[in-house]
């Protein structure tokens, strides 16, 4: 059959009207989503931290995500009396996103630390330092974390992280830990216990060993 000029101009017609229209649906498509996920809000994530290095502690930690804004909140329990305690958000793209377990003590001393414990929950990503710098540089701040006052920790502060960080969070595959253990129950960190911290041998074990761990999950 012979097409005509006229209606070959007319089919083009057509075809660029589905064209449009294909288009138009997908933009509409994409701006309910927007729309979706600004009415979605903020997303409240919440670990229940359990006990490492047979710690008796425990607690609770909240981190709403709000765009790049972390509010932070995080109260423990039966830590060591008036000692600081580093805390830490951690994650890492090929952890486990969960605690550490007995299987993580590669070298079989019966405790684990930090650096044993990264490949369940990743590396620090934020420090939960009372004022000043919260990134990784400040993961060994001492004197910046808060101190457990009768043994309790209650911590709330704002927190600005990178929009990666933030997704992650917001997926549940962060991890809060706490750290600070009193091995030979003395009161203190000292190094008779467990020797010098892998991370600092300027500090002792007791001081950098995780003893609280929880999930971040989505509530």
């Known amino acids: 059959m012979r097409v005509t000029k006229g209606k070959k101009i007319a089919a083009g017609a057509v075809l660029l009207s589905s064209v449009g229209l294909i288009a138009a649906v ?9 729309v979706g996920s600004a009415l979605a809000g903020p997303t ?7 006990p490492l290095n047979n710690g008796d502690g425990g ?11 972390l509010n932070v909140s995080l109260d423990a329990y039966r830590l060591l009396r008036g000692m600081p305690h580093a805390q830490h958000i951690h994650f890492g793209a090929t952890a486990r996103h969960e605690c550490p377990s007995v299987r993580d003590d590669t070298n079989v001393d019966f405790r684990l630390t930090t650096a044993e414990g990264q490949p369940g ?6 420090s939960l330092t009372k004022r000043g710098d919260t990134s990784p540089d400040s993961t060994l701040a001492i004197n910046r974390f808060p101190l457990a006052e ?3 920790v209650h911590y709330d502060r704002r927190i600005k992280v990178g929009t990666k960080l933030a ?3 917001s997926r549940g595959n962060a991890v809060v830990v706490v750290h ?3 091995y030979n129950n003395n009161g203190k960190y000292d190094f ?3 020797g010098r911290s892998e991370l600092d041998p300027s500090l002792p074990a007791e001081a950098t060993d995780p003893v609280l761990c929880g999930v971040l999950a989505v509530r």
């Open 26 to 34: 997908g933009m509409t498509a994409n701006a309910q989503q927007s």
């Open 44 to 50: 409240q994530t919440r670990a229940d931290l359990e």
């Open 59 to 69: 607690g609770r930690a909240t981190v709403t995500v709000d765009g790049r804004t």
């Open 121 to 126: 929950y990743g590396p620090v990503k934020v």
């Open 150 to 152: 009768n043994g309790q």
């Open 167 to 169: 997704g992650a969070i």
């Open 180 to 182: 600070g253990v009193d």
């Open 192 to 194: 008779r216990s467990a």
